[in-house]
């Protein structure tokens, strides 16, 4: 000890004071993550899952030791008052930037651990979007929030911002309104997100039609919508659009869809044979799911009668090329048909 105070009597205060701050923080944040490498390693012999959500916290939680052994150290740093109160400050700052961060990725591992239960690479997928869709747009919404109030609260540490900002909510001054109008969209699509994780009206993967387009819902974001369309064009989508307008969802209850194939055909055909031609090829066709299979004359002119094939597959992508699939067949039947005829004996 006297060794030491020998030496600081020819030492700066300031650097007596830093090294009195700075050792121990490094001296913690060396620890911490030892300490969290160490976990890491153990936890990889068992759960690569759990090892990667222990390397996502390693940031936050060293952070938050550095502030609070810093903010206990900055008490026998002896700086003047002036610089303590500043350094003080900064370290409040630091510490509540800390917090949200680690409430951030706390409501991301939370959210990882849930959806471990649920795959939406199946073919019967229909729970796991609900739970994907709506967990992704709370979280998203829930990590809006986090962000908030962190600056919230780091700016409120200073007493002009406080002061600001308590004046900026009790007036009903135009700064007030210009900022609530700028704020509307933001906050229109802040209930949209909720409102659609509620009731969720759309879903990942959901096939949907938006402004004659048809696609699928690629990601939902806190404040928009992007639509992966068939040709892989992106359409981005406000959030409030899927509350305000109407739109068509064709997988909200279920993938499976019906499908017609429309054909116009001469009198001379036989209704009966094209049916049995149409149920052959559903027979032999692994896209048909076996529930729908009719065919029915919805017009007659004056020549031709018109025949509309209905047919369902597991998914509107399926219907679709089954559909596809149900004309190239008939049309091939219904040509060597009239060819037949046409033929002489």
């Known amino acids: 000890m006297t060794w030491i105070h020998s030496i600081s009597t020819w030492v700066p205060a300031w650097v007596v004071g830093a090294v009195t701050m700075v050792m121990p923080a490094m001296i913690v944040l060396a620890a911490s993550r030892w300490i969290i490498h160490r976990l890491m390693r153990l936890a990889g012999r068992y759960s690569p899952f759990l090892q990667r959500l222990l390397g996502r916290s390693q940031g936050p939680v060293s952070l938050i030791l550095v502030t609070?052994?810093?903010?206990?150290?900055?008490?026998?740093?002896?700086?003047?008052?002036?610089?303590?109160?500043?350094?003080?400050?900064?370290?409040?700052?630091?510490?509540?930037?800390?917090?949200?961060?680690?409430?951030?990725?706390?409501?991301?591992?939370?959210?990882?651990?849930?959806?471990?239960?649920?795959?939406?690479?199946?073919?019967?997928?229909?729970?796991?979007?609900?739970?994907?869709?709506?967990?992704?747009?709370?979280?998203?919404?829930?990590?809006?929030?986090?962000?908030?109030?962190?600056?919230?609260?780091?700016?409120?540490?200073?007493?002009?911002?406080?002061?600001?900002?308590?004046?900026?909510?009790?007036?009903?001054?135009?700064?007030?309104?210009?900022?609530?109008?700028?704020?509307?969209?933001?906050?229109?699509n802040l209930l949209a997100g909720i409102q659609i994780a509620m009731t969720q009206p759309i879903r990942v993967e959901d096939q949907v039609v938006v402004e004659g387009e048809t696609g699928w819902i690629e990601t939902i974001t806190s404040t928009y919508v992007v639509v992966r369309l068939w040709d892989l064009r992106r359409m981005i989508v406000p959030l409030s659009y899927f509350i305000e307008k109407p739109f068509q969802n064709w997988t909200y209850e279920g993938s499976a869809q019906v499908g017609a194939v429309l054909l116009r055909v001469g009198y001379a055909m036989s209704v009966d044979r094209v049916r049995q031609k149409l149920e052959e090829i559903l027979r032999q066709s692994p896209r048909w799911d076996g529930k729908t299979a009719r065919l029915e004359v919805t017009d007659m002119t004056a020549d031709t009668m018109e025949l509309r094939a209905l047919v369902s597959a597991r998914s509107a992508g399926q219907t679709w090329d089954l559909r596809c699939e149900v004309r190239e067949k008939l049309l091939e039947f219904l040509q060597s048909e009239a060819h037949r005829e046409t033929t002489p004996a």
């Open 68 to 188: 609070v052994v810093s903010g206990i150290a900055l008490a026998g740093a002896r700086f003047p008052w002036e610089v303590t109160a500043a350094i003080g400050r900064v370290l409040a700052v630091v510490f509540v930037v800390a917090i949200g961060w680690a409430a951030s990725i706390a409501l991301d591992i939370g959210v990882e651990i849930y959806l471990r239960r649920f795959h939406t690479d199946t073919e019967d997928n229909l729970l796991a979007r609900k739970h994907v869709t709506q967990m992704r747009i709370l979280q998203r919404v829930a990590r809006t929030l986090v962000v908030i109030f962190t600056a919230a609260a780091a700016l409120m540490s200073f007493d002009s911002v406080r002061q600001y900002g308590v004046s900026l909510f009790a007036s009903a001054g135009a700064a007030g309104l210009v900022l609530g109008l700028a704020a509307r969209p933001v906050l229109s």
